[in-house]
Every structure is written in C-alpha cells, then in structure tokens.
C-alpha cells in the first residue's frame, strides 16, 4: 500500500465518522434552536394577545367573544378553566391533519390566564419544520459532503503523488538502477521540499561513498597483483638459478620442483585476479570482428594433444559465427571454459563443443556437483581440492560474460555438464 | 654478444645476469632510465631487455628514442603490467619481444637467443652444436647432414634447449614454453617426456651423440 493510499484511507475514515455523527448533532441543536424560535414567538403571541384583550374594557360579553374565538381561531384556543392554576409551559405536540392525512408536529404553550376576574386555559400552537423533512434535508446535505469530500481527497491525493512525489520517485528509480561496479553517481533533482532534498543528500553521499570505497578496493587488487609480479619474478629467477647448481641432491632437487610449481601456482593465481581487476577496469574496449568458428578452431587444436593425454576426445559442431568484440577476452573467455571442461573431467570422458546461431554449448562428462551452480561461478570455490585449479577460471567466464553482455546458462544433463554462452 | 638489462629490481637483474652470461652473453646493467640512455646513446647492443616502469621514467620513452637514434638493438620488453595496450603499444614502438613478470629465466635466454637470432639472419640462419645443425628459415634439423624429421612441438622443444645449453631447463619452464596458458591444465609431465623421449629417439637414430640429459626430479640439460 502506497504511503499517501494509508493517509487517505485513514482521512477517508476519519472524515466518514464525522459526518455521520454531525448528522444527529445537528438535527438535534436545529431543532432545539427552532424550537426556542418558536417558543420565543409563542410567548410574544400569548402577551400581545392578553395586552389585546385588557385592552377590551367594555365587553361584558367576553365569555362569548372568546368562545367565538376559540371555535374560529385554529392556532389560538382559550377556555374557561376550573380555576386550578399552571405554570405556562411549553410542549410539542402532534396533529392529525384531516386535509393531508398525516402528522404534523405543533409547539404549543399552555398558560393559565384571568380574564376579567375569570381563569381560563390559552393554549396557543404554532406549525414546526416536519422532523423527517428535518432528517430528509439534512441526510442529503451531509451526503452531498461526503461525496465531495471523497472525490475532492481522491483528486488532491492523485494530483499530489503525481507532483509531490515526482522527486521521490525519481530517486528511487535511480536507486533501483543502481549498480555499484557500473553507474558513475546518482544525480537527484533539486526539490524545494525538506525531507526529499534531505533524503536525496543521504543517497548521493552514500552512494558516492559506497562507490569511492569499491574502487579504492578495486585498485588494491590490482597494485597488490602489480606488485606482486616483480617479487615472484624475483622468486622464480633464484628458483632457476639454484636448478643449476650441480651439487643438488636428490632429495633438494625435488624441494625445488615443488617450489617452482608453488610458485608457478602463485604466479597463475595472481594472473587470473590481474584479468578479473582489468575486465572489471573495462580495460578491453577495443572491439574488432572476430570470426568464433576460426578461433574455437585454433584454440582447440591446441588444446587437443594436451586433452589427449588424459583420453579427452573433444569434438566440434561447427557452425559460422562472427562477433563484434574484444578478441583478447573473448580468447580468454573460450580459453577457460575449454580448460574447465577438460580439467574437469573424467578419464576416457568427453567434451563437445558446439557453435550455432550466436550460440555456443561447451559440455563435459563428469559427475554432478555437490555444490550449488550459483557458487560454481563465485570466486575461489572449488569442488575437489584440485592443486591446478586456482577456482578464478568460471568467475572470469561469468565476468566477461557479464561486461559484454552474453547470456551464461548452466545445466546438468544426460551425465553431462553444460555451460551454454548466448552472444 | 652484448646485453643490457634496464630494470631498477636489483635481485631481479641479478638473476637474469648471472643466468645469460653461462650463455656466454656479455650483460650490462642499467637500474635507472638516465642511465640507461647513457649507455644507449654511447654503446651498441644485440639485444635489450626492457622493464616499463622504471623509478625515473616510462620504458616506453627510451624505446622511443632507441628507434628515433635510428638504431637496431633487439629489444624485449619485460613488465608487470600483463597489459595489452603495452604489448601493442611496445610491439608497434619497434620492440623485437615481450615478456611479462614472471618468468622463467631459460624462458628469456630462448627469447633473447631468438631475438639475436633474427637480428644476424642476414648472415647466419643456421643454428649449429656439434654434428647437429638447425636451419632457422626452413625450420629443418640435420645430423651429420642427414635431415631428421620433428614434429612442430620437438623442433621448438629442441630450439629450446639449444638456448639454455648446459643449463637446466625445468619441467614447468618446458612446458609453458611448448603449451603457452595451456600448461596450466597439466598436473602430469607426462607429455613433456614423451616429447624428450621422441626427440632423444630421433636424434640418435640419426647419428647424433645423446646430449639431453635427464635431470632428476627437475627438468633436463641439453650439453655435453
């Protein structure tokens, strides 16, 4: 749920609640305010009509006039009374109304009077606002509210995460695109609010920081692999030279030719980060077209009386396919999926590779792993503790795959293992 | 046959020296750029071996100016800078080779003998020791002028050995010599003997001393 959908719903609500409850309320104080209205003209009517009538001092005959009154008059009815005096007092009451078949609510005041020495009951009414009408009219009127609110809420909730957000949505998209080893900085727009500029500062410095320490770790790999390369050139030159001496033993020459091949590990090893510090680097951008066909062809022949040694048989579909890219990685990349293939592998097993429409399928026999084929690709995991493996060789694969582009699948099939590279 | 070593490493230019000079090269040294135009300028070499990051300039430069000078030293660029714009970059400056840190000493004795090699091909294409003669042009062997037929990969191996005469050549400098990056797919040596065995086979059959020695545990020597 959307940040502004939570505060809407919770206004929504909110604003529902108080609608609903605003209806009673002001039914309730509309009528008690009418009904004072009312009461108020009431009580001026009773007055004007007992001042009227003290006025009258020479009616002896105003037990009739009042009679007659009474019978004519509709909202005023005043009649003699058994003298037992009341308080005035006021009272709603209802009326059947012959003409409209129905009820009608009447306010009426009841006060005992003396006329003439006489007591007698006025009783003057006076027509109120029907109540359901009442609650009719103000039902519609609060609906229509409602209504408004709502849309009113929804227009201004669409309007502001379209606007109000924009900045936000921005930046989180370029967080989303974000890739640490790729993308330079992230450039936020200016907005003029708070919080956003504050969050877009956060994110800039952080990915500027976060980008700063990824390459100062970059480049430490590569100078610790330069400068490793002299001391292990220093290393292999003694090696050499010792080889030379003729008073070696038996027992010494075989230290140093386990020395030599340690040191040749080394040198392999610190080749391999040297490759995968320069592909990260983007150091091959010369592209050029490169005929696969041909240097599969040559690569292989190379590699086939070496294969051939541990009974190796690799067999080539051939198909033409020509690419536009860097020859030095794409050697590198064919180099080390042919050596893994055949590295490993089992005795009398076989590899087949396979070109056809931009595609090439390099499989091997060997049993499945244990590992899963997401760590196969990581660096320095390796399966069985093979001393020629430096475990950097299918990194590089996924590396150079990842720089230009390709596609790399993996799958285990028919006792075979296939590493599949889409251009 | 005169060499200059321009490389600030001390150890390193040590080694490298002491090993060309059992080939019988003279070797001089130069541990800063100053002072190796100095000698450039003054001296003629057959071959120079060429380290790029030097403490008081690029090596690049001073190949630069070797080849403005009009001269024809044989340069092999050495580095540690596995990098290809160096390669392309010194191969196209005029250098003759290049070799990148490490490597094997008998590695560079073969690249610097092929490098002198290719300088007096006016004059000497033949390579010979004893009864046994190599023409570098035809990439043909004969004993006793009787023509020995080598496969590609015993007539390197044998151009090999003939560059580290009497020096011991080990099995992993053998095989990264014959394979390139391949090597690093064998645990075994298995095929660098079978190519010693074939080409020791092929060279006394043709009426040749046997001159590869095995040495144990570590490579072989080609000597008398």
């Known amino acids: ?423 | 046959m005169k060499i200059l070593i321009i490389e600030d490493e001390k150890e390193l230019v040590k080694s490298m020296a002491q090993y060309l000079r059992q080939e019988s090269y003279v070797c001089e040294i130069a541990y800063s750029a100053r002072e190796a135009k100095e000698k450039i300028t003054v001296f003629e070499y057959d071959c120079i071996l060429l380290d790029i990051n030097l403490p008081d300039g690029n090596g690049l430069q001073l190949l630069e100016m070797l080849k403005e000078a009009g001269k024809t030293d044989g340069v092999i660029i050495i580095t540690a800078k596995n990098s290809l714009e160096d390669r392309v970059q010194g191969l196209n400056l005029g250098a003759d080779d290049y070799l990148s840190k490490p490597f094997y000493l008998p590695e560079l004795s073969a690249r610097v003998s092929a490098v002198i090699r290719r300088k007096q091909f006016e004059g000497n294409t033949r390579l010979a020791f004893h009864e046994i003669n190599v023409d570098l042009l035809g990439r043909t062997v004969s004993v006793n002028n009787n023509f020995i037929d080598l496969t590609r990969k015993e007539y390197n191996l044998l151009i090999f050995l003939l560059s580290n005469k009497n020096r011991v050549a080990s099995k992993n400098a053998i095989a990264e010599h014959l394979s390139g990056d391949d090597a690093e797919l064998l645990d075994k040596f298995d095929f660098i003997y079978s190519h010693i065995k074939n080409l020791k086979k092929k060279l006394t059959e043709g009426g040749a001393n046997d001159y590869i020695k095995t040495v144990y545990g570590l490579g072989y020597k080609f000597g008398l």
């Not at chain 1, 609640?17 to 104080?29: A, N, Q, R, W």
């Open chain 1, 1 to 423: 749920m959307r940040l502004l959908q939570l505060s809407l719903r919770t206004l929504l609500v909110y604003s529902l609640i108080l609608v609903i409850l605003s209806i009673p309320v002001s039914l309730f104080s509309i009528r008690e305010i009418l009904n004072e209205e009312v009461d108020e003209n009431l009580e001026v009517q009773a007055s004007q009509f007992l001042d009227h009538i003290k006025g009258f001092t020479y009616l002896d005959d105003l037990e009739t006039d009042l009679e007659v009154l009474d019978q004519l008059s509709y909202n005023i009815h005043i009649k003699p009374s058994d003298g037992h005096h009341e308080q005035s007092h006021f009272e709603t009451i209802t009326v059947f109304d012959s003409l409209e078949q129905e009820n009608h609510p009447f306010r009426q005041l009841s006060s005992s009077v003396d006329i003439k020495g006489k007591p007698y009951m006025l009783t003057i009414q006076m027509s109120l606002v029907d109540n359901d009408q009442l609650v009719l009219v103000i039902s519609l009127v609060q609906t229509a509210l409602i209504v408004l609110l709502i849309a009113g809420l929804l227009f201004i909730n669409r309007s502001l995460s379209r606007k109000i957000w924009k900045p936000f949505y921005a930046t989180l998209n370029q967080l989303k695109a974000y890739e640490l080893d790729k993308s330079k900085t992230i450039e936020p727009e200016i907005t003029n609010i708070i919080e956003f500029d504050d969050l877009n500062k956060t994110v800039s410095s952080l990915t500027d920081r976060t980008r700063k320490v990824y390459l100062e770790q970059k480049e430490f790999i590569e100078n610790a692999s330069h400068e490793l390369q002299t001391p292990l050139a220093i290393f292999h030159g003694k090696l050499d030279l010792l080889m030379q001496s003729p008073t070696l033993s038996e027992a010494d020459a075989a230290t140093l030719s386990e020395l030599e091949s340690t040191a040749k590990r080394m040198s392999r090893l610190n080749k391999n980060l040297l490759l995968l510090s320069k592909i990260d680097n983007e150091q091959f951008i010369d592209k050029e077209e490169v005929d696969l066909d041909k240097l599969v062809l040559d690569l292989l022949t190379n590699l086939r009386p070496v294969a051939e040694l541990d009974h190796i048989p690799i067999a080539y579909n051939a198909s033409v396919c020509m690419l536009n890219c860097s020859r030095a990685l794409i050697e590198v990349l064919l180099t080390n999926l042919f050596h893994n293939a055949i590295r490993h592998n089992i005795p009398h097993g076989k590899v087949v590779v396979e070109l056809k429409e931009q595609t090439l399928q390099v499989s091997n026999t060997c049993p499945p792993l244990k590992m899963s084929p997401e760590k196969m690709f990581e660096r320095f995991s390796k399966e069985n503790g093979s001393i020629n493996s430096t475990g950097l060789g299918l990194s590089i694969v996924r590396k150079i795959c990842d720089t230009c582009g390709y596609e790399l699948n993996y799958n285990y099939k028919d006792a075979m293992h296939h590493f599949i590279v889409r251009f």
